[in-house]
């Protein structure tokens, strides 16, 4: 008898159930990660999850992962595996095609054949498996688009790509003026995602926490490609997001500190898009390279930057947690554990208890999928 016991309440769920709404936490922010899982960033395991937490010494409020409509499928075991375990679910919801390969330009999955209606069964799918999932997870859909390495980026639409000449300046087909206002690019993005917002609401999915995630600067950094272009509007989106890296790669980038370089200016400026909705740091991370710069002093300033008042409306930060190896045969290490000293880090950051290690959830007559 003690043991089917055991088993059934090993069965019962430990997030939030149907009708609960994810609290915007007054003192606080949640801490969240992805664990390296996989190439296609959706091999999603309790082990990896548990080991993490371990390493860190901190529970994850947030997990997150990837969806690649490659897979055509929705990730129902990956999102009850993390709301079992008393998270609750982010996923990168991304049309892109395989082998996944940055600055190569929109692929089958485009913006343009989304608009089109091709990928609208899909659509519908994946907001059934978001209903029947019936707890509220967040979705980062298409993010870091005002960057050009995704096939989704403002850069390649509106226009044919131009073949790249060295040494030749050519336009961005995205930076394209619009005789009634706006830019190709960014207007085309909107369009995208009020387009796939509306339909997955239609069809019941209005358990989405919609994260507007932007790049934490522009690439390239002008005036037709800013943050407030893309911004769809207040009512197709709960969260704003950024994505916050330091130095990756040796022989790339300068080494620059968290606050003053990469977060103060960002932070403004999204705030400024929409003065009501709280803010994400849906990424954040920096390689280990201690003849350049001190990795553990990044993590010491993150932290210390994320949870003061300068930084209010900081709601959320997610950790990337992954090491890879580049075409030049370098390796871009942002585990946590690169070192000891970074790994300590770490741990002292979190032991903050400003950090929150679970979600927050009440039942309210709000209408679900909003905060």
Request: proline residues 8%; glycine residues 10%.
């Amino acid at each position: 008898m003690k043991r089917l016991l055991a088993l059934l309440l090993a069965l019962l769920p430990l997030g939030a159930h149907a009708g609960e709404q994810l609290v915007i936490p007054k003192d606080g922010a949640y801490f969240g990660a992805f664990i390296d899982f996989g190439d296609t960033e959706d091999n999603v395991s309790l082990g990896a999850i548990e080991r993490f937490e371990k390493l860190v010494d901190k529970p994850l409020a947030i997990v997150a992962s990837s969806s690649y409509w490659a897979a055509q499928t929705f990730p129902s075991a990956n999102l009850e595996l993390i709301s079992r375990h008393g998270s609750i679910p982010l996923v990168f919801w991304s049309p892109w095609d395989a082998p996944f390969e940055q600055l190569k330009g929109p692929d089958k999955f485009s913006l343009d054949a989304i608009l089109a209606g091709k990928w609208d069964a899909y659509i519908d799918m994946w907001a059934a498996g978001a209903k029947a999932y019936g707890k509220p997870f967040l979705v980062s859909f298409c993010n870091e688009m005002n960057g050009c390495w995704f096939p989704w980026s403002g850069c390649f639409y509106g226009g044919v790509i131009p073949p790249v000449t060295p040494g030749v300046s050519v336009p961005v087909p995205g930076s394209r003026a619009l005789p009634g206002g706006g830019y190709a690019g960014p207007e085309t993005f909107k369009k995208a995602w009020r387009y796939v917002v509306d339909r997955v609401r239609a069809h019941g999915g209005t358990n989405v926490l919609w994260v507007f995630h932007v790049n934490n600067y522009s690439d390239p950094q002008e005036k037709w490609n800013a943050i407030e272009n893309y911004y769809p509007g207040p009512q197709y989106v709960d969260w704003l997001g950024l994505s916050i890296y330091g130095k990756q790669e040796r022989f790339q980038d300068h080494w620059m500190d968290f606050d003053e370089d990469l977060l103060e200016e960002p932070y403004e400026f999204l705030g400024k898009v929409d003065p009501t909705k709280p803010i994400m740091v849906a990424e954040f991370g920096v390689g280990e390279f201690p003849d350049i710069g001190s990795k553990a002093q990044w993590v010491t300033h993150a932290f210390k930057s994320m949870s003061s008042p300068q930084f209010s409306r900081v709601k959320a930060a997610v950790y990337w947690n992954e090491r890879w190896q580049n075409a030049d045969g370098t390796y871009s290490n942002l585990r946590v554990n690169s070192s000891m000293e970074s790994l300590q880090a770490f741990r002292d950051g979190l032991k903050n208890p400003y950090w929150l290690g679970a979600p927050i959830w009440q039942s309210t007559p709000v209408a679900p999928g909003r905060p």
